[in-house]
């Protein structure tokens, strides 16, 4: 498996073709082979290589991922941003920590000028992309949100995302229309029993038909799953896989389940953070330039896994910005860790990745600052 305190020498896809040759491993070398001539994955295979257990396979899996990830999209990570502005939601998942029915969550809705005074604290630290994230929340009418998309793209001047759950097919086009340019909406699990078992108050049908329109209409989309539902298979995760390459999506928000208190779930085992790192590396596989975040998720089970996601496929870790007398209340599973932006900066610079100069300029006056404040004590 992967050592976080061990950086990876840059390798060449055709290098990792060689040595998986070398080592007589004839699934590993026709999903390599696959990979390089972009050619689809098989079910089949895929649910083969999940099943995966070898520390050898393993890693020479990981190296396959890492490879087309240098490929295709370099040895840059993205540092994105997220502002959770509201723990209000009309939903009742069952997974879902800030779900209506939860009576000990403490609500909150950020006011429009707070969301956008953040976005531009954020923007001056070479944040890649602001992700306005809530629970489903009426308050933010169509007209209210258009106007925050706005008011943060012309003062932030940086890319703006939305997570904001379904909202009719019209709202998704004006939010774009405003200034959104990337939209996440996690199907969750693409089998319709689980998902209909999981969302009691969704459409399993109008969810996959919203994401649609969000590809048709020229958002940078994403989507995702949860890994480790009740009833969930490897059969499972395989066809989410091939959902998310076939739908067109060029983000993908993947994670293990998490426990949240007050709900169904609570006593629920959480996700195998081992077989989410095998997804992360399938992903990569099978959609070679998409942007995919090692997520908070992952951190809050294992946080050296979190930054092992890198050397698997993930070229993307998203930090918390949301005001401190919000965020603890943004409880959307037990634990859940703040990624805060210093410490991750720090970190991905020191295990050799590239970064938004910004981001670098901005850590190295942080780093400043930290050594005057030691030598004045």
Same mark, same amino acid.
């Given at each position: 498996?992967?050592?976080?305190?061990?950086?990876?020498?840059?390798?060449?896809?055709?290098?990792?073709?060689?040595?998986?040759?070398?080592?007589?491993?004839?699934?590993?070398?026709?999903?390599?082979?696959?990979?390089?001539?972009?050619?689809?994955?098989?079910?089949?295979?895929?649910?083969?290589?999940?099943?995966?257990?070898?520390?050898?396979?393993?890693?020479?899996?990981?190296?396959?991922?890492?490879?087309?990830?240098?490929?295709?999209?370099?040895?840059?990570?993205?540092?994105?941003?997220?502002?959770?502005?509201?723990?209000?939601?009309?939903?009742?998942?069952?997974?879902?920590?800030?779900?209506?029915?939860?009576?000990?969550?403490?609500?909150?809705?950020?006011?429009?000028?707070?969301?956008?005074?953040?976005?531009?604290?954020?923007?001056?630290?070479?944040?890649?992309?602001?992700?306005?994230?809530?629970?489903?929340?009426?308050?933010?009418?169509?007209?209210?949100?258009?106007?925050?998309?706005?008011?943060?793209?012309?003062?932030?001047?940086?890319?703006?995302?939305?997570?904001?759950? !379904? *909202?009719? =097919?019209?709202?998704?086009?004006? &939010?774009?229309?405003?200034?959104?340019?990337? %939209?996440?909406?996690?199907? @969750?699990?693409?089998?319709?029993?689980?998902?209909?078992?999981?969302?009691?108050?969704?459409?399993?049908?109008?969810?996959?038909?919203?994401?649609?329109?969000?590809?048709?209409?020229?958002?940078?989309?994403?989507?995702?799953?949860?890994?480790?539902?009740?009833?969930?298979?490897?059969?499972?995760?395989?066809?989410?896989?091939?959902?998310?390459?076939?739908?067109?999506?060029?983000?993908?928000?993947?994670?293990?389940?998490?426990?949240?208190?007050?709900?169904?779930?609570?006593?629920?085992?959480?996700?195998?953070?081992?077989?989410?790192?095998?997804?992360?590396?399938?992903?990569?596989?099978?959609?070679?330039?998409?942007?995919?975040?090692?997520?908070?998720?992952?951190?809050?089970? !294992? *946080?050296? =896994?979190?930054?092992?996601?890198? &050397?698997?496929?993930?070229?993307?870790?998203? %930090?918390?910005?949301?005001? @401190?007398?919000?965020?603890?209340?943004?409880?959307?599973?037990?634990?859940?860790?703040?990624?805060?932006?210093?410490?991750?900066?720090?970190?991905?610079?020191?295990?050799?990745?590239?970064?938004?100069?910004?981001?670098?300029?901005?850590?190295?006056?942080?780093?400043?600052?930290?050594?005057?404040?030691?030598?004045?004590?």
């Amino acid at each position: 498996m992967l050592n976080d305190s061990t950086i990876l020498p840059p390798v060449t896809l055709e290098e990792t073709i060689e040595e998986i040759k070398r080592s007589g491993d004839k699934l590993l070398l026709r999903v390599a082979l696959k990979a390089s001539e972009n050619e689809l994955l098989e079910k089949k295979e895929i649910v083969k290589v999940l099943l995966i257990e070898e520390p050898e396979r393993l890693r020479l899996l990981f190296k396959l991922a890492d490879a087309i990830r240098r490929k295709y999209t370099g040895e840059t990570v993205l540092i994105k941003g997220v502002i959770e502005f509201s723990n209000y939601c009309k939903k009742n998942c069952l997974y879902c920590g800030i779900r209506a029915a939860n009576r000990k969550v403490e609500r909150y809705r950020m006011k429009p000028e707070e969301i956008v005074e953040t976005a531009e604290r954020m923007a001056g630290l070479g944040i890649n992309t602001i992700i306005l994230q809530s629970g489903e929340d009426p308050y933010y009418t169509a007209d209210l949100m258009e106007d925050i998309i706005r008011e943060v793209r012309r003062r932030a001047r940086t890319p703006v995302s939305i997570s904001i759950g !379904n *909202r009719t =097919k019209e709202e998704y086009t004006r &939010f774009k229309e405003a200034g959104a340019s990337k %939209c996440l909406l996690k199907h @969750e699990t693409i089998n319709r029993e689980i998902f209909e078992a999981m969302h009691p108050d969704d459409d399993y049908d109008e969810r996959i038909s919203i994401l649609k329109h969000t590809v048709e209409i020229g958002y940078i989309a994403g989507s995702g799953n949860i890994v480790g539902l009740p009833g969930q298979t490897i059969e499972d995760i395989a066809e989410d896989i091939i959902f998310l390459r076939d739908v067109g999506v060029k983000m993908v928000g993947l994670g293990p389940f998490v426990p949240a208190s007050g709900t169904p779930l609570e006593n629920h085992p959480p996700g195998d953070p081992d077989l989410t790192l095998k997804i992360y590396a399938l992903v990569r596989l099978s959609i070679p330039r998409v942007f995919m975040p090692a997520t908070t998720a992952l951190g809050t089970l !294992n *946080r050296e =896994k979190q930054f092992q996601g890198f &050397f698997a496929g993930c070229n993307v870790i998203m %930090c918390n910005f949301t005001p @401190e007398e919000y965020r603890k209340r943004y409880n959307i599973y037990n634990n859940k860790i703040p990624v805060e932006f210093y410490d991750t900066a720090r970190r991905l610079r020191d295990q050799g990745w590239k970064l938004n100069p910004l981001v670098l300029k901005a850590l190295e006056e942080h780093e400043r600052r930290e050594k005057e404040r030691e030598m004045v004590s």
